[in-house]
C-alpha cells in the first residue's frame, strides 16, 4: 500500500489530521509528519526555508523506509510539498496541494507577513496561536474545530513562529510549476482568508497535471470543518488516479 504522506503548515502539527487518520486508514497507510519546532517536534532545532523543510521531509521518509508515497501540503506545508515534488518527484505518485498556493508572501491574505511578524512580537506566542487559528475556520473561535487547532498552534516554538514567517516571506515556487510532474489536485475552501483564488488559479492553470476542487462554505481548514467530505475527495482522487 503506497504511504499517503500528511505534511501540515505554519503553527500546525500531526494532531490536526485525526479525522484523516481515523477516516483513511482502512484504505490508505498514513504518515503524518511534525515539521522541526512545531507540534510534537517543537523541541527540534528550527528551520527557516522552505527548501530546508522539504529537505527534512525527504530525509525523514528516508529514514522510515518510504520509497514510493502520495504526497499532500496545507497551507505552508503546500509550499513545502512543492519543494518535494521538484526534489523527490520520481518517488510521489500523487501530489495533493491544499489550501495553498506558489507565492509565499501570501498576496491576498487577511495579514501581510510583516504584519504577522510585528504582532507576534507584541502579543507572543500563545495568543498568536489562537489569534491565527481562528482565521483557519469559517465561523472563527466558535467553530467545532477551532479550540483542537489552536491547542495544536500553542505548541509551537517561538522561534519557529519567526522562522516560518521568514521562509514563507523569502519563497516563490511560481516560476517551476510547470515542472511539476505528479498528477495533481488543488483543493481549496471557498472562503479561504489566508490563500485568495488568485493562488489557487495560479496553481491550477500552471501545473501541468492538476485537478481542481473548491469547497463552498469553508474556510483554511476543510479538514476540520467538513471532514468526511475532505477524505472523501482525497480517496477519490487517489482511486481515480490509479484506475
Given at each position: 500500500?503506497?504511504?499517503l504522506?500528511?505534511?501540515?503548515?505554519?503553527?500546525?502539527?500531526?494532531?490536526q489530521?485525526?479525522?484523516?487518520?481515523?477516516?483513511?486508514?482502512?484504505?490508505?497507510?498514513?504518515?503524518?509528519?511534525?515539521?522541526?519546532?512545531?507540534?510534537?517536534?517543537?523541541?527540534?532545532?528550527?528551520i527557516?526555508?522552505?527548501?530546508?523543510?522539504?529537505?527534512w521531509?525527504?530525509?525523514?521518509?528516508?529514514?522510515?523506509?518510504?520509497?514510493?508515497?502520495?504526497?499532500?501540503?496545507?497551507?505552508?506545508g503546500?509550499?513545502?510539498?512543492?519543494?518535494?515534488?521538484?526534489?523527490?518527484?520520481?518517488?510521489?505518485?500523487?501530489?495533493?496541494?491544499?489550501?495553498?498556493?506558489?507565492?509565499?508572501?501570501?498576496?491576498g491574505?487577511?495579514?501581510?507577513?510583516?504584519?504577522?511578524?510585528?504582532?507576534?512580537?507584541?502579543?507572543?506566542?500563545?495568543?498568536?496561536?489562537?489569534?491565527?487559528?481562528?482565521?483557519?475556520f469559517?465561523?472563527?473561535?466558535t467553530?467545532?474545530?477551532?479550540?483542537?487547532?489552536?491547542?495544536?498552534?500553542?505548541?509551537a516554538?517561538?522561534?519557529?513562529?519567526?522562522?516560518?514567517?521568514?521562509?514563507?516571506?523569502?519563497?516563490?515556487?511560481?516560476?517551476?510549476?510547470?515542472?511539476?510532474?505528479?498528477?495533481?489536485?488543488?483543493?481549496?475552501?471557498?472562503q479561504?482568508?489566508?490563500?485568495?483564488?488568485?493562488?489557487?488559479?495560479?496553481?491550477?492553470?500552471?501545473?501541468?497535471?492538476?485537478?481542481?476542487?473548491?469547497?463552498?462554505?469553508?474556510?483554511?481548514?476543510?479538514?476540520?470543518?467538513?471532514?468526511?467530505?475532505?477524505?472523501?475527495?482525497?480517496?477519490?482522487?487517489?482511486?481515480?488516479?490509479?484506475?
Amino acid at each position: 500500500m503506497i504511504p499517503l504522506v500528511l505534511v501540515h503548515g505554519f503553527m500546525g502539527g500531526s494532531d490536526q489530521w485525526k479525522a484523516q487518520t481515523e477516516g483513511l486508514s482502512d484504505s490508505h497507510k498514513i504518515i503524518a509528519v511534525d515539521l522541526p519546532g512545531f507540534g510534537k517536534n517543537a523541541h527540534l532545532p528550527v528551520i527557516n526555508t522552505i527548501g530546508g523543510f522539504a529537505d527534512w521531509v525527504i530525509s525523514e521518509l528516508r529514514k522510515m523506509g518510504v520509497d514510493r508515497y502520495n504526497l499532500l501540503g496545507h497551507s505552508m506545508g503546500g509550499m513545502i510539498v512543492q519543494e518535494m515534488a521538484r526534489r523527490d518527484q520520481n518517488r510521489i505518485k500523487h501530489l495533493l496541494l491544499y489550501g495553498t498556493g506558489a507565492i509565499g508572501v501570501l498576496p491576498g491574505r487577511f495579514e501581510t507577513i510583516a504584519t504577522s511578524k510585528a504582532r507576534f512580537k507584541q502579543d507572543g506566542a500563545k495568543k498568536t496561536a489562537r489569534r491565527i487559528a481562528a482565521t483557519w475556520f469559517l465561523d472563527k473561535e466558535t467553530a467545532k474545530g477551532f479550540e483542537a487547532c489552536a491547542t495544536i498552534a500553542k505548541l509551537a516554538n517561538p522561534q519557529a513562529i519567526e522562522a516560518g514567517l521568514d521562509a514563507m516571506e523569502a519563497w516563490s515556487g511560481k516560476d517551476f510549476l510547470r515542472l511539476i510532474a505528479p498528477k495533481t489536485i488543488v483543493i481549496w475552501g471557498d472562503q479561504d482568508r489566508t490563500y485568495a483564488w488568485d493562488q489557487i488559479n495560479l496553481l491550477w492553470t500552471s501545473i501541468p497535471n492538476a485537478a481542481l476542487a473548491v469547497v463552498p462554505g469553508c474556510a483554511h481548514a476543510v479538514h476540520a470543518e467538513k471532514p468526511d467530505f475532505f477524505n472523501l475527495l482525497i480517496s477519490d482522487f487517489l482511486d481515480i488516479s490509479t484506475e
